[in-house]
């Protein structure tokens, strides 16, 4: 296995951190590797917000138990399961981490980003841009997957997390971005567990030739 491979498959989701700050040209280091990331006609429209404030800290972790509070009562409101109120703590669980890791970033896109497809649209020569959305997303993966991979290459932890979104409404308004657009939340920090590898499909599973 080479270098990249072991970092690949060694990687986890991390979502117990330790209580030790993770020195700041670490985190540069890391968000430099994103800054290599390919974007759609070289636009770079990923960025990175470090959510660091107690103020803004505060203000999510509002957001979040405030909109757990309101699926729960819209759950018991529709009358749905049990067990679709079990989904909805469980994804509780999978957002709190969030507020435990010693570096937290919102990331997403710039609003005004421009795609390639846009001004096709704006001709009126294809009737709706289908694709700049889609590219944005595929751009933020990449940017995030440098960050993670370098972090892994630091021996740090990291995780990606969107869970917090299905409760945090307006998470832009939140937190005061205008320009921004949130595809998701990323944690980085000292691993403080070793969770094990999940189950992953083999290569027949998700290659197909056609
Ligand atoms: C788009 C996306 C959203 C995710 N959201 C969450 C999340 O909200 N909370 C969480 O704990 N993990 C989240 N994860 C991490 C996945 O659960 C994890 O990648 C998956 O279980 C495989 O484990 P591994 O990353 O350790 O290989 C997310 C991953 C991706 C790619």
């Known amino acids: 296995m080479d270098a990249i491979e072991k970092l690949m498959f060694q990687r986890r989701s991390i979502r117990k951190y330790k209580n030790e700050p993770l020195p700041e ?45 309101r699926l729960l009562e819209r759950r018991k409101a ?9 989904r909805i703590n469980a994804y509780l669980r999978y957002s709190e981490v ?12 710039c609003t005004q980003t421009i795609g390639f497809a846009t001004h096709l649209a704006k001709a009126g020569l294809i009737q709706k841009d289908q694709r700049t959305g889609k590219d944005l997303d595929m751009t933020v993966g990449l940017a995030l997957k440098a960050v993670m991979l370098k972090a ?43 969770p094990p590898r999940p189950p992953r499909l083999s290569l027949e599973q998700i290659v197909r030739v056609i």
């Not at 529709?78 to 079990?86: F, I, P, V």
């Not at 832009?172 to 949130?182: A, F, P």
């Open 152 to 194: 892994q290459a630091l021996g740090a932890g990291s995780c990606i997390l969107t869970a917090p979104l299905v409760f945090i409404r307006d998470v832009e308004n939140v937190l005061d971005l205008e320009d921004i657009s949130i595809n998701c939340f990323l944690t980085l920090g000292w691993a403080d567990h070793d």
């Open 25 to 69: 040209d670490l985190i540069q280091d890391m968000l430099r590797c994103a800054t290599h990331a390919p974007s759609p006609s070289n636009r770079q429209p990923v960025r990175f917000v470090r959510v660091k404030s107690p103020h803004y800290r505060s203000k999510l972790q509002d957001a979040l138990t405030m909109g757990h509070a």
């Open 78 to 86: 529709a009358g749905a399961s049990a067990r679709l109120k079990n």
């Open 98 to 109: 969030m507020f435990q890791s010693p570096v937290l970033f919102a990331v997403g896109t």
